[in-house]
């Protein structure tokens, strides 16, 4: 095996090495364990909540740090009002829906929320899926048929390849973001059904889908849209209804996807459409009918949530706020964070071994963003993946860019 750790990846470790598939590769354990610290950034423990500020566990001890990793884009997940909402909802149903939806898992209050859902996006009706994931796995592959086409963005989320991947149809791949190569990928596949699958926000590189231009692309070959707004629900748009809101599209996007567990601050994805295709993948998306309802606290708190997400208008302003204010800062001091144009920002290191030591010093120092390595992005642009929320305080940012400054842009600091 070669002796540096940082020139293997994931990537290297799918061959079959051993006659148990339930055995592990020996050579992926040896080299987790020379890898050393790396691997010490991954999983870590929260010791408190999912707060612009919180405690997780770093070298054995308590570590305060800036939190820039979690999700929580409008501070919903620990909101006093959505905290209080699960705790009724505790009460009156208890912990879990204690089967799938189709049989025994749903209650009036995860109609309450589909309704509420479809109502939001003006939709006909909404359905629940205990995961994003799972969500996006299952809408993917419960509409798509092995005769059909596929054509995704090459950064698209797993989630996503994976439902196309299960349905069996046709994939294609066009160059991220770009009306030609798409043009060219659906061309190849004419007199096909072709679904277009793209993203509000890409979960990475933190730029918006080119919504309206390959929406056009796609409509010339009368192909059909798919959008995941993961990332973009309830956090972008002046509603909060999504990147198709904020760029007017929404009236274009027969079936709108979306996640609870970023800006919701919870857990579960959903779909949203036309009475009869939700009722038809009602039946045929396997993750929603094979898999436990999501738990009903966990519904009561996505009811209140979106509550609170559609009336305080002035969450999303700050987030936005915050997230141009952090965008400036870092180019000022001449940090590479990509395309991004949101609140999730690549800070590009490139190298490997630097990235994990970085990534130590950085915690030492008490700030929290997330390594992603290749090859979940290109070699060349492993990065550490940094969020801004709405509940960041000015000198939260502040501090951060402090220490990412000291940390990685000392030429910048000496030339200010
Ligand atoms: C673009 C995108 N789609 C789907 C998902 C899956 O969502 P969840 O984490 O809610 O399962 C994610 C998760 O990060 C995502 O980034």
């Not at 540096?4 to 148990?20: I, V």
């Not at 049989?103 to 109609?111: A, F, Q, V, Y």
Request: net charge negative.
């Amino acid at each position: 095996m070669d002796e540096d750790p940082f020139k293997l990846s994931l990537s290297n470790f799918l061959a079959k090495e051993t006659q148990d598939p339930l055995q592990a590769p020996p050579t992926f354990s040896k080299w987790v364990r020379d890898s050393g610290r790396a691997s010490e950034l991954y999983e870590p423990q929260m010791l408190s909540t999912a707060d612009a500020r919180t405690t997780i566990e770093y070298d054995g001890k308590p570590q305060s740090v800036i939190n820039l990793c979690s999700y929580n884009y409008l501070g919903l997940a620990n909101h006093p009002d959505v905290v209080a909402a699960a705790h009724d909802g505790l009460r009156e149903y208890g912990v879990g829906a204690c089967g799938a939806p189709m049989l025994s898992g749903m209650t009036d209050l995860h109609r309450e929320l589909e309704r509420a859902v479809a109502e939001f996006l003006g939709r006909e009706d909404a359905m629940l899926f205990n995961s994003g994931f799972g969500g996006a796995l299952g809408t993917i592959s419960g509409l798509l048929r092995k005769s059909d086409v596929a054509i995704l963005d090459n950064r698209s989320h797993l989630s996503l390849r994976d439902g196309a991947i299960l349905s069996r149809c046709r994939t294609e791949k066009f160059e991220h973001n770009d009306p030609a190569s798409l043009d060219v990928a659906l061309s190849r596949h004419q007199g096909r059904r072709r679904l277009v699958i793209l993203e509000g926000i890409y979960s990475m590189d933190g730029d918006f889908g080119n919504l309206k231009e390959l929406m056009d692309i796609a409509q010339s070959h009368g192909a059909s849209v798919f959008v995941d707004e993961a990332h973009s629900m309830l956090a972008c748009g002046e509603n909060g209804r999504g990147a198709a809101e904020k760029f007017g599209v929404e009236d274009r996007i027969p079936l709108i996807y979306g996640t609870f567990s970023k800006a919701f601050g919870a857990l579960g994805g959903f779909v949203a459409g036309s009475r009869e295709t939700i009722q038809y993948l009602r039946f045929y998306a396997h993750p929603y009918v094979y898999s436990c309802a999501l738990p009903p606290v966990v519904v009561a708190a996505i009811l209140k949530a979106l509550e609170i997400g559609r009336r305080q208008t002035e969450l999303r302003k700050q987030l936005w706020e915050n997230a141009e204010y952090f965008h400036s800062q870092l180019r000022s001091l001449e940090i590479d964070t990509g395309s991004s144009t949101t609140y999730i920002m690549p800070i590009v290191i490139g190298d490997r071994g630097r990235l994990y030591q970085v990534g130590h010093e950085l915690r030492r120092r008490g700030l929290w963003v997330a390594p992603v390595d290749y090859p979940a992005v290109p070699l060349n642009r492993v990065c550490f993946r940094a969020c801004v929320t709405a509940k960041h305080t000015r000198a939260d940012l502040d501090e951060a860019l402090n220490i990412l400054a000291d940390t990685l842009a000392p030429a910048a600091l000496k030339s200010a």
